[in-house]
């Protein structure tokens, strides 16, 4: 029979697996709260999707990222037409852990060349089940996705994953995030830009500073108040330096190739 006190430590007991399950399914599901239009994979985006064929004459470049890769890919496809070929993965990377768990299938058996790389958005956003916006953002009650270490830990073992490739790699800056934005916390990306740019140099990897080439602009190139997407100029720009970068290294390799 039990006594009060076995009674009152199984009932501590009982609430403390509870309370870590529900802590432990809040973070699991913060990570997959985003809404599907968040996704950014529509039809209207098909484009971005639609990978060229594999010249075998030409470099292959792959593009890794979120919505804002979606959003310039058509554009760095047409600055590098007859130069490379422009690939990009199948979805929209999302954050750094998700990155993590994908790139055996998004870099496949192709001999890839280039790789320009992102993460960092997602990473940063706050999420909560009862919030109304889109994704269900929110900077104040949300749950963040990645802290700064589990995102510093996710990094390192994308960019030893994709260092595996013998291709050289870019990473790209993530882009600003305005005021008034829903789930993203302005000044937040400087700071995980920050440990993105440490684990880059510590490894050799060159970086792309679309940070600092968006930040110029911002009030013209932004979609609206508050969001962290871009106008369709806006990713023209964008693809202006992102193309401009891949393209200073298919000059290095052109040129070493032909010594």
């Known amino acids: 029979m039990r006594t009060e006190r076995d009674l009152m430590h199984w009932l501590i007991r009982k609430t403390l697996c509870g309370v870590l399950l529900l802590a432990t399914t809040v973070v699991a599901s913060g990570q997959e709260l985003a809404s599907k239009d968040e996704l950014y994979t529509g039809k209207e985006f098909s484009k971005a999707f639609a990978n060229p064929k594999d010249d075998p004459d030409r470099p292959n470049v792959l593009l890794i990222g979120d919505s804002i890769s979606i959003g310039y890919t058509v554009d760095v496809r047409k600055l590098l037409a007859g130069k490379a070929d422009v690939f990009r993965i199948p979805s929209n990377g999302k954050y750094a852990a998700y990155g993590t768990e994908n790139l055996d299938n998004w870099l496949g058996d192709r001999t890839w060349d280039v790789i320009h790389f992102n993460w960092g958005l997602w990473d940063i956003c706050y999420r909560n089940p009862e919030s109304k916006t889109q994704g269900h953002r929110d900077k104040v009650k949300g749950t963040l996705t990645a802290s700064p270490d589990q995102y510093r830990q996710s990094l390192q073992q994308a960019v030893d994953r994709l260092k595996q490739t013998d291709a050289t790699l870019i990473w790209c800056a993530t882009t600003p995030v305005p005021e008034h934005e829903a789930g993203r916390k302005v000044g937040d990306e400087i ?17 792309n500073d679309l940070h600092t080439h968006a930040l110029q602009k911002l009030p013209e190139i932004q979609q609206k108040k508050g969001d962290v997407h871009f106008t369709a100029a806006g990713y023209a720009y964008l693809a202006e330096k992102v193309a401009r970068e891949i393209n200073l290294v298919l000059s290095t390799l052109s040129s070493g190739a032909s010594k």
């Open 191 to 207: 700071k995980y830009n920050l440990i993105a740019e440490s684990i880059m140099r510590m490894n050799g990897i060159r970086i």
